[in-house]
Every structure is written in structure tokens, then in C-alpha cells.
């Protein structure tokens, strides 16, 4: 069985079970350390973290190459949630969006056994779909009692009971749940306010929703060009939102309910045609299938294989900001602060903006990083009670959805 790539590994064993890395060594200048020679005389010897303190390369980084280049053959596959009954037994949980969900993996997997080997630090963790989880998970949450019943860190994704009142009053006003780090946010960030002004709640990144015209099916229609545009009557059946007959996305509706009411969303569920996941929609766009608009993220656009047939829209007033959040339970921030500070540091926000999802990071670039966001707002995220305010808005959406 090949070893997982961390920092002691020896260079030689690197090279033997990863060849294809080679590149990266020559492309920081230690093609010496890893031609024959070099594999003779002092690779053997030589772990991978003394060549590159010796040469001040940083180590994370140059571990983040390394497991690019050798791709499928790194075995970093993180291990999903068994029990949620049992959920406190982890050190951490991540609900991850599709997107983010396989690179998130091999990031953190990579990341905790380099902490196993130079810290002796093991960590119980486990990674899962958001998607798995969105309906009998964020359930489940309104029912615990007691802090030890969650883990220590908790990353989860989407408008979830996290944010919902009973969470809020019981965990984390209460001070036992709360963010963790400090964070230079670029300008979309800082316009949308998406940075909580409190700390008790850390983004990590969103995930933008976007606007994707199928333009075989678009017609002699305008295109959208902001999020009421898909209100117009002329999309009548003629929309895919992430969902199904019993569940559509919140982070699409809470935004449509927000600023257009009511109304909006009887209009909007009017418009729809259906509800699938995103790599289902990609699939009906592939194959010629009805259906204009689709609502779904950015990462999922690009998967599309004509590009041509397509016009994805980044909406005026921005992509909606689905948000990948990070809390910790208070007490147990000093013992586990290098986990926290690889979460909101620099080396996993690449990962992210990798995977296209905005980070509040001004140093990080990428070719979705500066694009506008339409975020809720903290102050209505704390005013409204979010577990009362999706009911309410299941309650005006779904049944008219399915009289479509």
C-alpha cells in the first residue's frame, strides 16, 4: 500500500510510490535531490521536510503540489459520518457542497496525518455530502440538548439549523459555539457583508448561484440579467432549481423571499419546470432536454461540455452566496487552534478558490474570487428565526411547485 504524502516521508520514498512529483521538485529547484544520483547518494537519507527547510520552502504548500501532481494515485479519501447519533465522538465535521466535497477531503485528509506525524495530534473526523444530509441531519440537530452531543468543530454548508434560533440561543449565544479566525476580505466580500461582524459564525467560502441559459431552449427571450429578470412570467415552466417534490433549495428561495415576498415566490413557483441536483442538470443540458434557465452553482456550469450552448450569468446584483460555515466549540479552541488556523488560513483557501468557490481572503486570487455576491444579511439572519422562516417558505412554495 503506497503511504499517505506528509512531511517526514523520506525523498526517495516519494519518488518511488509518486514518480509523477518529480516535476515539482525540478520546478523548485531540487531536480538534483531527485535524479539517479541524487536518489543514490542522499534521497534515501533526506525527509522531505529537512530539504525543504534547508532551502525555506514552505512545507504545507509544496505537500499541496505534491498531492496535486500525483492526483488519483494519493489515497485521501476522508471517512463520512457512521452515526450521527455518536457525532460527538468527532473532532470534526464537515457538510460539504458537491463541489467542495473531494477536494475538501484530500485537503483535510493531507493536512491531519501531517499533524499525526509532526505533532502526534490524531483527529476524529469525518466528511460528508451536504447534500446527504441536508434534510434528516439538520433535523436531527434541532433535537440535541447538550454541546457534547456535537463535535468540536463543526463546518457545514448552506442556510442550515445552525443558523436557526434554536441552535443560536441555546449554543451559541450561550457562548459554548463560536467562530474563529480574523479575515482580510476582498471587496465583494466586504460590499455584501458577508464577514460576521460578531465572530460567532466563520465563512469560510460561498458557493455563488448562478444563472445558466440553456440558449437552444432560450428562444428570442431576453436574458436574465438580474435575480428578478427570472420572475418575468415569460419563464413560465421554463426553470430548474436544485430540488425536488419535497425540498428546493433555501439558498436560492430565502433570498427570492427576502427582497420580492410572498409574491415573488408563488411567481417564481410558477417558472419552475422541475427541481433536480446540479449534475443532474448538466446532464439534461448536455442532452438537449427542455428547459431554459437553471439556477445552480458556478462549480457545476463549468461542467457543461458545450460551452457554447450555454451563457452562464453572473447576475448584476451578484451570485447568491450560499455560505460554507465554520463553528468550535469555545472550550476547546486553544486545543485544537492549529486545525482551526489550517480551516481559515491561506493553504485551504486556495483549495477553495481551486474548486471556485469565493473566500474572504484579499490576498487569494482566482477567476471567481472578485465577483459581486448577494448575501441575507446578519442582521436578518439573526432577526428571523431560519428553521421558522424555510417552513414558512415551504409552505407558500412547494405545493404550488406541484400543481405545475
Known amino acids: 500500500?503506497?503511504?499517505?504524502?506528509?512531511?517526514?516521508?523520506?525523498?526517495?520514498?516519494?519518488?518511488?510510490?509518486?514518480?509523477?512529483?518529480?516535476?515539482?521538485?525540478?520546478?523548485?529547484?531540487?531536480?538534483?535531490?531527485?535524479?539517479?544520483?541524487?536518489?543514490?547518494?542522499?534521497?534515501?537519507?533526506?525527509?522531505?521536510?529537512?530539504?525543504?527547510?534547508?532551502?525555506?520552502?514552505?512545507?504545507?504548500?509544496?505537500?499541496?503540489?505534491?498531492?496535486?501532481?500525483?492526483?488519483?494515485?494519493?489515497?485521501?479519501?476522508?471517512?463520512?459520518?457512521?452515526?450521527?447519533?455518536?457525532?460527538?465522538?468527532?473532532?470534526?465535521?464537515?457538510?460539504?457542497?458537491?463541489?467542495?466535497?473531494?477536494?475538501?477531503?484530500?485537503?483535510?485528509?493531507?493536512?491531519?496525518?501531517?499533524?499525526?506525524?509532526e505533532r502526534n495530534l490524531s483527529i476524529r473526523y469525518a466528511v460528508e455530502g451536504n447534500l446527504n444530509q441536508e434534510i434528516s441531519y439538520y433535523n436531527y440537530i434541532d433535537t440535541i440538548e447538550t454541546a457534547g452531543e456535537l463535535p468540536d468543530i463543526i463546518v457545514s454548508a448552506d442556510f442550515n439549523a445552525f443558523y436557526g434560533h434554536r441552535f443560536y440561543k441555546r449554543f451559541v449565544a450561550t457562548g459554548q459555539f463560536t467562530g474563529y479566525g480574523r479575515f482580510d476580505p476582498g471587496r465583494n466580500f466586504i460590499a455584501a457583508g458577508i464577514v460576521d461582524p460578531r465572530g460567532e459564525y466563520a465563512v469560510l467560502g460561498v458557493n455563488p448561484l448562478v444563472v445558466v441559459a440553456n440558449l437552444d431552449e432560450v428562444g428570442d427571450r431576453p436574458l436574465p440579467v438580474r435575480w428578478e429578470d427570472v420572475l418575468d412570467p415569460q419563464w413560465e415552466n421554463s426553470l430548474t432549481l436544485r430540488g425536488g417534490n419535497d425540498f428546493f433549495c433555501h439558498a436560492v428561495l430565502l433570498p427570492i423571499y427576502q427582497k420580492f415576498g410572498t409574491a415573488g415566490l408563488k411567481q417564481l413557483a410558477l417558472n419552475v419546470l422541475r427541481g433536480l441536483h446540479p449534475a443532474q442538470m448538466v446532464d439534461r443540458i448536455d442532452s438537449g432536454a427542455p428547459g431554459a434557465l437553471y439556477v445552480m452553482p458556478e462549480f457545476f456550469a463549468q461542467r457543461v461540455k458545450n460551452q457554447k450552448r450555454i451563457r452562464i450569468i453572473w447576475p448584476e446584483d451578484g451570485a447568491l452566496a450560499s455560505p460554507v460555515t465554520l463553528q468550535v466549540k469555545t472550550s476547546r479552541i486553544e486545543a485544537l487552534r492549529p486545525v482551526l488556523d489550517y480551516l481559515t488560513g491561506n493553504e485551504l483557501a486556495r483549495v477553495l478558490v481551486g474548486a471556485r468557490f469565493p473566500v474572504p481572503h484579499a490576498d487569494i486570487n482566482g477567476e471567481v474570487q472578485d465577483r459581486p455576491l448577494r448575501w441575507l444579511g446578519w442582521d436578518y439572519l439573526r432577526r428571523n428565526d431560519l428553521s421558522a422562516l424555510n417552513a414558512e417558505i415551504d409552505r407558500n412554495f412547494l405545493p404550488r411547485v406541484r400543481c405545475v
Open 1 to 117: 500500500m503506497k503511504p499517505l504524502l506528509h512531511a517526514d516521508l523520506k525523498i526517495v520514498d516519494i519518488i518511488y510510490h509518486y514518480p509523477q512529483t518529480r516535476s515539482v521538485f525540478e520546478a523548485h529547484g531540487l531536480g538534483a535531490l531527485v535524479s539517479a544520483d541524487g536518489i543514490r547518494a542522499l534521497a534515501p537519507f533526506l525527509s522531505l521536510s529537512a530539504a525543504l527547510r534547508i532551502r525555506c520552502i514552505d512545507i504545507s504548500h509544496f505537500l499541496s503540489l505534491l498531492r496535486d501532481a500525483a492526483g488519483a494515485d494519493v489515497r485521501l479519501d476522508a471517512p463520512g459520518l457512521e452515526s450521527v447519533a455518536h457525532q460527538g465522538d468527532l473532532t470534526l465535521l464537515a457538510l460539504m457542497p458537491c463541489g467542495l466535497k473531494m477536494p475538501f477531503s484530500r485537503a483535510i485528509t493531507g493536512f491531519l496525518e501531517q499533524l499525526r506525524h
